[in-house]
């Protein structure tokens, strides 16, 4: 009961600031993000919410069974493969809350490489490679409500009944999620939707770009996604809320491990990391919304 009485508090105030942010707000300007084609500023999408929010680092559909083969995501890491979908250009969307948004993302990067990014290290040093694999397909497993109810609100049926299959698929054979049974044997494909990209879906714009603590980029449209993905959490429904904020930390953790080194890559092939990281936000997020 606690739990969801502070929810309704901080979705409320969350609410109201979304609608009145001249405090932060500098001059309204709009941008649009660019193509990787045409320029040397190399970035891409980080966040540093949980995996299965569907906003983790470098795509919003990231899917643990891809990290099985190698030791660590560094060691697969290619900057070609990675800005390849991002060569479009893409819709503008503004910009108002830039002072609140850089401040946001001034905390993230401190909570990144004073937190998260030791203790992802530490996490990943003492947790073998398979194991964590394993861990992450049963988080994944987890967020299937999230993936069937919006493949179900796009009207994507096929793609709601193959969500269906693999969730009951890896339940059952692939043991609670810990092993991809449907899709490394039957063949069966993932399909990533979230509340956002559903609002996406039925034209309703980004609003505007919203850098949130913890969880990074964002816009208007996708934090209302958020909270409507909230709901289909399973791990949100976890009481105590002690123990859910532990289960939550290690599926960060966990993910995390899988990505260290791309934040410290975008630091260092941008001029302006914010700008780039906001710009490869808001185009991978048009891309999914498309597809």
């Known amino acids: 009961m606690r739990k969801k009485f502070a929810f309704s508090i901080i979705t409320g105030v969350l609410?109201?600031?979304?609608?009145?942010?001249?405090?932060?707000?500098?001059?309204?300007?709009?941008?649009?993000?660019?193509?990787f084609e045409n320029s040397t500023d190399s970035s891409y999408p980080l966040n540093f919410g949980p995996a299965n929010s569907g906003y983790w680092l470098l795509s919003s559909d990231y899917n643990p069974a891809e990290s099985k083969t190698v030791d660590s995501y560094e060691d697969s890491f290619d900057f070609d493969d990675v800005f390849s979908e991002y060569t479009e250009q893409k819709n503008t969307v503004s910009d108002p809350l830039y002072y609140f948004n850089y401040l946001m993302y001034s905390f993230n990067d401190v909570v990144y490489f004073a937190l998260l990014q030791p203790l992802a290290t530490g996490y990943k040093i003492i947790v073998p490679t398979p194991v964590r694999s394993g861990i992450g397909n049963f988080f994944y497993n987890l967020a299937f409500p999230v993936r069937f109810v919006n493949n179900l609100l796009q009207g994507k049926i096929k793609n709601a009944g193959k969500e269906l299959q693999i969730f009951l698929v890896n339940s059952s054979i692939g043991i609670l999620g810990f092993v991809q049974v449907a899709q490394e044997n039957f063949g069966l494909n993932t399909h990533d939707e979230d509340f956002g990209q559903t609002l996406g879906n039925y034209s309703i714009g980004n609003g505007f770009y919203l850098v949130l603590p913890i969880l990074g980029p964002s816009t208007l449209r996708d934090l209302f996604g958020r909270i409507g993905d909230y709901f289909l959490m399973p791990v949100n429904y976890v009481e105590p809320w002690e123990?859910?904020?532990?289960?939550?930390t290690v599926d960060m953790l966990n993910t995390a491990s899988f990505r260290l080194g791309d934040y410290e890559m975008l630091k260092k092939a941008s001029l302006d990391p914010y700008v780039a990281l906001r710009d490869a936000y808001i185009t991978s997020r048009e891309k999914k919304v498309k597809e």
């Open 15 to 35: 609410f109201i600031f979304c609608f009145n942010f001249n405090l932060f707000a500098q001059e309204t300007k709009v941008f649009a993000p660019f193509s």
């Open 243 to 248: 123990l859910a904020l532990s289960v939550k």
